[in-house]
């Protein structure tokens, strides 16, 4: 039987876990939406220099821990004169981690768009980033919904990684009533009980807009 009197005792910890969970998942969120929108226009540039640039960030972005992501920020750049606490570093690092997954599922959007609507919005004396802007992205962005809302679930359980670095989020704060307590078990399902509360819900509204979206089609 689970012990509640640990939830009961120790809310205010795990309230304010929660808390930040909350805001470092929305700020991340927003951060690695823009920054992957950036990158994936980058990633079908004609300009070669940028095309680059854009697949050297994926490439590398992609195929390295998310703790050492984190850590770059909280450890390395300390060396360079540039200090962040946990929460700071954990958030920005979360949010450069996840914008790589999300630049190549608006770039996969963006090429299901057919190319005459980018040549239609040229030649009606659209720049390339308002064609982008005004036509393009729009429809790609609607197209990739469903993976987006999934990398949005990621982000919420990637968060966890502010644990790590004392960035005061749920995993941190379960560690310490963990320390206190040494009921390790019942500390950590109710940890898993906050996140779940943060995660089910998009489940559901993510796989609420794939049938409206499907049906639109």
Do not use: H
């Not at 850590?71 to 690092?93: E, H, K, S």
């Not at 036509?135 to 949005?152: E, H, M, S, Y």
């Amino acid at each position: 039987m689970l012990n509640f009197s640990v939830l009961s005792q120790n809310i205010d910890m795990y309230a304010e876990g929660f808390k930040n969970t909350v805001i470092c998942s929305i700020t991340a969120l927003i951060g690695s939406f823009l920054l992957g929108t950036i990158i994936a226009v980058l990633r079908i540039s004609s300009f070669r220099i940028l095309n680059w640039f854009g697949a050297i960030y994926v490439e590398f972005i992609r195929n390295i821990p998310l703790v050492l992501i984190v850590f770059i920020f909280y450890f390395g750049l300390p060396t360079f004169g540039v200090r962040m606490d946990g929460f700071l570093a954990g958030t920005i690092g979360l949010g450069v981690y996840t914008a790589a997954f999300i630049a190549e599922a608006i770039r996969a959007g963006i090429q299901s768009v057919p190319k005459g609507q980018l040549e239609a919005a040229r030649s009606s004396g659209l720049t390339y980033i308002q064609a982008m802007y005004y036509v393009i992205l729009p429809q790609a962005i609607k197209i990739v919904i469903p993976p987006l809302g999934n990398q949005f679930i990621n982000l919420v359980k990637n968060s966890s990684i502010l644990g790590v670095v004392a960035g005061l989020d749920l995993m941190y704060f379960g560690d310490l009533v963990a320390s206190k307590t040494f009921l390790t078990f019942d500390v950590y399902i109710f940890v898993a009980v906050f996140y779940l509360s943060l995660t089910v819900p998009l489940s559901i509204s993510v796989a609420y807009l794939e049938k409206r979206l499907a049906k639109s089609y």
